[in-house]
């Protein structure tokens, strides 16, 4: 795949980084899960008004869905709110309920092949004139995220080239060293250049 992107901003958290989400009130802030909360850090730095979300995590809402699983082999019920929160669009339509943005999110988990299938969804997103923002995140394995927002671009900008022959398929730590770092990663990634807004 070869497309002209631009990143216009992007943003990391790494495996035990604090997700800051003092900007949420109170009353919203404490029923947010560890995951949407991290989901709400990222989002929060790379946001654009009317811009499309693609919201990406292998093992999304582990914690809560284990807490699920257990209240229900103890006593046989669920708590409704603990359910409508674990699926996997909780932390995108939480996000456009609490931005007021209407554009159209998407939230996926594939596997193995996760970020890449999310980042392909977001460069789909980004055409015509619209952004698109990209939010990877686990709260596995101390919780973990990347955030870009990305936009079609004109000649010279960020090109992101999909290396011939495939290859293993990226980690989240990949990804943050990607993101953070320019590392090129495993071969799978041919370019990286920085042009994102401060």
Known sequence: ?????????????????????????????RRLSPLQKIFFALARQ???????FVFASRDGEDTLTRRIVEEFQSDGTVSP????????N??????????????????LAAGDDTVECGLLEALNAAQGGREAVFVCAEETGGGSGVALRLAEAADGAVRVTDAA?????LTMAQLVAFVRDGVDVDGKWTAWRQHCAD
């Open 90 to 107: 909780a932390a995108p339509g939480l996000w456009s309920v609490f931005t007021k943005n209407t554009a159209p999110y998407t939230a």
């Open 1 to 29: 795949m070869n497309r002209r992107v631009e990143v216009r901003a992007w943003a990391v958290l790494g495996p035990g980084d604090a997700a800051d989400v003092a900007f949420v009130p109170p009353l919203v802030r």
């Open 81 to 88: 709110h603990r359910f409508s929160a674990s699926v996997y």
């Open 46 to 52: 790379v946001d654009a008004p009317g811009a499309a």
């Open 165 to 169: 022959g495939g290859g293993a398929a």
